[in-house]
């Protein structure tokens, strides 16, 4: 089940991210990578910045939303060089 929820969490946040950073998204299969790249990415960065926001499923997109915008701002940067 875990597999199961870190997948929909990575999808729900590859998607939100690809709607921030326009322009950004990577279809369905990539946005779920970026989504949990994401994810990874937020649970050691936001802790290093003193940002805790609670413990739920809203949290865990929330993250995992914030670590892929981070990673999709990071690849459209390395895109144009």
Do not use: C, E, Y
């Not at 990577?26 to 990578?33: A, D, R, S, Y």
């Not at 970026?34 to 910045?49: D, R």
């Amino acid at each position: 089940m875990g597999i199961v929820a870190a997948l929909i969490i990575g999808a729900i946040a590859g998607w939100l991210a690809g709607k921030i950073v326009h322009g950004a998204g990577f279809g369905l299969v990539g946005n779920i990578v970026v989504g949990i790249i994401g994810s990874l990415v937020a649970s050691w960065l936001l802790p290093q910045l003193g940002i805790g926001l609670g413990g739920s499923a809203f949290r865990d997109i929330v993250n995992a939303t914030i670590g892929a915008v981070i990673v999709l701002v990071i690849l459209s940067l390395i895109k144009r060089a």
